[in-house]
């Protein structure tokens, strides 16, 4: 086997190797958000985070991106759905390959939640990773690092009746603490506002 050979293999196993380590990280991760969210007044929706995958598309192979969903713990329940909260959806976007490097989108959705059925599933992703990258059916715009995102007429129904939603980013790698994780994520995703 040729040097090249050998070492575009070596380079294969060492790129898969980087990527356990961080799903390995990424787990605690996300279970820190949830042991130190609650602490912060947020409880998770859903156990797990919300993912796309596909065997049909190679893209879909690898996941890269990943939301856990929140809600303040002190929202009165709502009515029609268990175990969810009649107030905003905070969404945590973990995106490992859209950048430069990997970023965390602090988010706030504000649903009509009269439509809805069940609480959102893994693969129900789409419906909380579109509105800030489809522009056929959001009207998306930045200003000083803040992200606003509007559902055009005939996306509000698709969408499970969102009605808009806020986002910042801050890097992956700037969280580093348990106090960051209270500081940075929590409170700046309670300090997110929609007008």
């Not at 919300?50 to 969903?69: A, P, Q, V």
């Amino acid at each position: 086997m040729s040097t090249t050979t050998t070492n575009m293999g070596q380079n294969i196993s060492n790129a898969v190797y980087v990527l356990r380590e961080t799903y390995k990280n990424l787990n605690l991760l996300f279970s820190e958000l949830d042991r130190i969210g609650e602490k912060e007044g947020f409880i998770p929706i859903t156990p797990r985070f919300l993912r796309w995958k596909s065997d049909l598309d190679y893209d879909g192979w690898l996941i890269s991106n990943f939301i856990k969903l929140y809600q303040l713990e002190k929202d009165p329940p709502l009515k029609n759905i268990p175990h969810m909260k009649d107030g905003y959806l905070y969404g945590i976007e973990i995106d490992l390959g859209e950048n430069e490097y990997p970023i965390i989108s602090l988010i706030r959705y504000n649903f009509d939640y009269s439509g809805w059925t069940r609480i959102p599933t893994v693969s129900d992703h789409w419906v909380f990773w579109d509105p800030f990258r489809v522009e056929k059916f959001f009207k998306i715009t930045e200003s000083n690092g803040l992200w606003t995102s509007i559902p055009l007429e005939k996306a509000r129904e698709r969408y499970w009746g969102i009605k808009n939603a806020v986002a910042k980013e801050i890097p992956l790698l700037s969280i580093t603490s348990p106090e960051d994780i209270r500081t940075k994520i929590f409170q700046e995703l309670e300090n997110l506002s929609i007008n």
